[in-house]
C-alpha cells in the first residue's frame, strides 16, 4: 500500500507545563539526555543550595551533579559508563578542570589534559571525538579536532597557520563514509564554514555556503542526508536560510525562510539543531516561516515543518528573545522558556516540559517545503524483506540510492526512466535502510527494514 503524505490539521493548543525546580536558572548552557546517568543533564546555568551547580532531571525532580562548578562549560557527552564534560580551566568541587572531565555516576576525574578549551564532544560510531582551540593533549601535537584511540588522542587534522589565530570548529558528522566539520572558519584559501576532512586537510564541499556572518553550529545526518545549521542568510546568495541539507553532491533549501520578522532577515538564526527519533528540532530567533508565525523552535519530518504551541509564550512580554536552549527527557521535550525584557530586566522564566506525542499546533503543506523538488508517492514491498524488493513509482525513476541507519551510502544506481523495478538487497546485512528515489522535479523516501 501507498504510504501517503499528511497535513496535520490545526489542534485545541495544549499546555506547557513548568518543570519544577528550574526557576534558579541564570544562563542558557547545553541541555540533554544522557543514557548513561538515565537523567536530562543542564550544564551549569542552575542554583542550588546557594551554589552553581550541573543538574540533572530524573523525570520529576532537578538534582545537583556536582556541589558547584565555576563557569560555564561548553559541551558533554555520553563515554563509558559515564559523561565526558567540556570547556576552559573550571572548578569542580573545588578541584581544577583541564579543559576536560569525565564522571561516572559518582564522582569526577580529569583523565585528560587539553592545553585549550574543548567546544564540543562527540560520539561516532564508538569513538569519542572533541573539537577546540587546544593544539596539544596531554602533551601530544592535536590541532583543534582529535579522536580518542584506545586511551591515547589522535589529532586528524594537520595545523594549518590561518587557524592558528581563528577558526572554531563547533561539530562533526560522519557521512557517506567521510567526516565532515561545521563551525566558523574562512580564512583566505579555506572553505567556508563547512568541509570535509581528507588526509588531514579542509576540502571544500560542494560550491560552500557564502558569508560574511555565516557560522554553522551543529550537524546532524537524517533520512540519508546531512543537515547543517545556524547562521547561513539566504540573502548572503546561500540557496536557503539558516538550514540545509546536503546530498553528497548538491545542497538544498528546506523550503521556507526564517524570518525574525515578517519580512526581515535581520539577526535570524538557528541556534540548535538536533536529531530526536523520527524527526529534527531547531530553536533559535525565527518568528515566521515566509508568512507564517512559528515562535523560536519547529520540528521537521523530512516533509514538513510544523510549529509548536510557542504563541502563548510571548504573550504580554515588550520584547521577546530568541528561543536558546532544548532537549529532552524520553519523550517530553525540554524548553528554556523564551526570555524577554520586562520593564528593562531580563526575566528567565525557568524549564518547562512540552509531550512530543501531542498533536503540533500547526504544520505546513510538505508541497511546498523543497526548493525545486516535491514528494511523489511510490510502493515498496514486502516490508520487512528478505532482500528482494519490488518499487513501484507514480513517476518515472532516474536514480536510485540507500542508505544505511548511519547514513552511509550502501548502494546507487542511475534508472532508465523506470517506474516499476526490483532491487536485490539480500547482499546487506539484517537492519533498517532508508530507500531514495529521484526523478525529474521530484524525490520520495521510505524506510525499509531487511530481516
Same mark, same amino acid.
Given at each position: ?25 541564570? !544562563? ?53 559508563? +559515564? ?5 576552559g ?9 583541564p579543559?576536560? !572531565?569525565?564522571?561516572?555516576?559518582? #564522582? ?8 585549550d ?7 561516532i ?22 579522536k ?9 587534522? #594537520?595545523?594549518?597557520?590561518?587557524l ?8 562533526? !558528522? ?32 560542494g ?12 550537524l546532524? %545526518? ?28 548538491n ?9 525574525? #520578522?515578517?519580512g526581515?532577515?535581520?539577526?535570524? +538564526? ?27 523552535i519547529?520540528?521537521?519530518? +523530512?516533509?514538513?515543518?510544523? #510549529? ?29 522558556? %523564551?526570555?524577554?525584557y ?12 512540552? &509531550? ?8 505546513? &503543506?510538505?508541497?511546498?517545503?523543497? &526548493? ?70 521530484? %524525490?520520495?523516501?521510505?524506510? %525499509?527494514?531487511?530481516?
Amino acid at each position: 500500500m501507498f504510504l501517503m503524505l499528511s497535513v496535520h490539521s490545526s489542534a485545541q493548543p495544549e499546555e506547557w507545563t513548568p518543570v519544577a525546580g528550574s526557576d534558579s536558572i541564570v !544562563a542558557y548552557r547545553e541541555m540533554d539526555y544522557s543514557e548513561n546517568l538515565g537523567m536530562t543533564v543542564y550544564l551549569s546555568g542552575m542554583f542550588m543550595n546557594g551554589h552553581k551547580v550541573i543538574a540533572g532531571y530524573n523525570g520529576t525532580n532537578w538534582e545537583a551533579i556536582t556541589d558547584s562548578i565555576s563557569g560555564f562549560p561548553r559541551t558533554f557527552s555520553d563515554w563509558g559508563d +559515564g559523561i565526558v564534560l567540556g570547556g576552559g580551566q573550571h572548578f569542580i568541587n573545588g578541584m581544577q578542570m583541564p579543559n576536560a !572531565a569525565y564522571y561516572n555516576g559518582q #564522582e569526577w576525574a580529569f583523565p585528560w589534559e587539553f592545553n585549550d578549551s574543548v567546544r564540543k564532544f562527540r560520539v561516532i560510531n564508538d569513538t569519542l571525538f572533541a573539537l577546540g582551540l587546544f593544539t596539544q593533549i596531554d602533551g601530544q601535537d592535536a590541532f583543534r579536532i582529535a579522536k580518542l584511540v584506545g586511551d591515547q588522542w589522535v589529532g586528524i587534522l #594537520e595545523p594549518h597557520p590561518e587557524l592558528e589565530n581563528s577558526g572554531i570548529f563547533m561539530d562533526i !558528522a560522519f557521512y557517506q563514509s567521510e567526516y565532515y566539520v561545521s563551525g566558523n572558519f574562512n580564512p583566505d584559501g579555506l572553505p567556508w564554514d563547512f568541509a570535509k576532512i581528507v588526509e588531514g586537510e579542509l576540502e571544500q564541499v560542494g560550491e560552500g555556503v557564502f558569508g560574511a556572518w555565516t557560522g554553522i553550529g551543529s550537524l546532524e %545526518v537524517f533520512q540519508g542526508d546531512l543537515y547543517l545549521a545556524g547562521s547561513i542568510p539566504i540573502e548572503e546568495g546561500n540557496i536557503g536560510s539558516h538550514i540545509l541539507r546536503w546530498d553528497g553532491e548538491n545542497y538544498h533549501s528546506l523550503g521556507p525562510v526564517f524570518y525574525d #520578522e515578517f519580512g526581515g532577515f535581520s539577526g535570524t +538564526g538557528v541556534n540548535e539543531m538536533k536529531k530526536h527519533e523520527d524527526y529534527i528540532y531547531c530553536s533559535g530567533n525565527f518568528f515566521f516561516f515566509d508568512e507564517t508565525p512559528v515562535y523560536g523552535i519547529a520540528r521537521w519530518d +523530512g516533509n514538513q515543518w510544523c #510549529e509548536m504551541f510557542t504563541q502563548e509564550f510571548i504573550q504580554d512580554t515588550e520584547f521577546y528573545q530568541s528561543v536558546r536552549g532544548f532537549g529532552f527527557y524520553l519523550d517530553t521535550l525540554l524548553l528554556l522558556k %523564551v526570555y524577554f525584557y520586562n520593564e528593562a530586566e531580563l526575566d528567565f522564566d525557568g524549564v518547562w516540559a512540552y &509531550d512530543i506525542n501531542q498533536e503540533p499546533n500547526f504544520c505546513l &503543506d510538505p508541497l511546498s517545503v523543497f &526548493d525545486q523538488n516535491s514528494f511523489t508517492e511510490f510502493l515498496l514491498y514486502p516490508n520487512p524483506s528478505t532482500g528482494i524488493l519490488t518499487l513501484e513509482s507514480e513517476k518515472p525513476i532516474q536514480r536510485l540510492t540507500i542508505f544505511d541507519a548511519l547514513g552511509k551510502l550502501v548502494y546507487q544506481e542511475n534508472i532508465q526512466h523506470q517506474s516499476q523495478l526490483q532491487i536485490d538487497l539480500s547482499f546487506l546485512p539484517k537492519g533498517l535502510y532508508l530507500v531514495k528515489i529521484e526523478g525529474e522535479g521530484f %524525490v520520495g523516501s521510505r524506510k %525499509v527494514v531487511l530481516e
